[in-house]
């Protein structure tokens, strides 16, 4: 069964980057992929998708700031995130979906100071 492994959490202060790492164990090529966070207290929340074909999707709340990408020759997928805010944090978790299954990953933290 595919296994997703985040990495690249941490605490940084407001308005500064992280770059989150999603690892895969086997081919993600024919699924999409994304993020999803869930903040303290929060349901969990979509963050952004990206698509077999490299069509990207956003949530209005990080449109502009974060970027994802992905990566099939290594079976990764990532999350450059800029101008972080407070707002930010939460544990963040990579998601893979094809037609029948999905698949999360355990999460990473990410606390933004102010």
């Known amino acids: 069964q595919l296994q997703l492994v985040e990495s690249g959490g941490g605490l940084v202060q407001a308005g500064g980057s992280l770059r989150l790492s999603c690892a895969a164990s086997?081919?993600?090529?024919?699924?999409?992929a994304g993020w999803y966070r869930q903040a303290p207290g929060k349901q969990r929340e979509f963050v952004a998708r990206?698509?077999?074909?490299?069509?990207?999707n956003y949530s209005d709340s990080v449109k502009g700031r974060f970027t994802i990408s992905r990566d099939d020759r290594k079976n990764s997928v990532s999350l450059q995130m800029n101008s972080l805010k407070p707002e930010d944090t939460a544990v963040y978790y990579c998601?893979?979906?094809?037609?029948?299954?999905?698949?999360w990953g355990r999460g990473t933290l990410v606390t933004v100071s102010s």
């Open positions: 998601h893979c979906a094809g037609i029948v299954r999905e698949y």
């Open positions: 086997e081919s993600i090529g024919s699924l999409n």
């Open positions: 990206i698509r077999t074909t490299g069509s990207t």
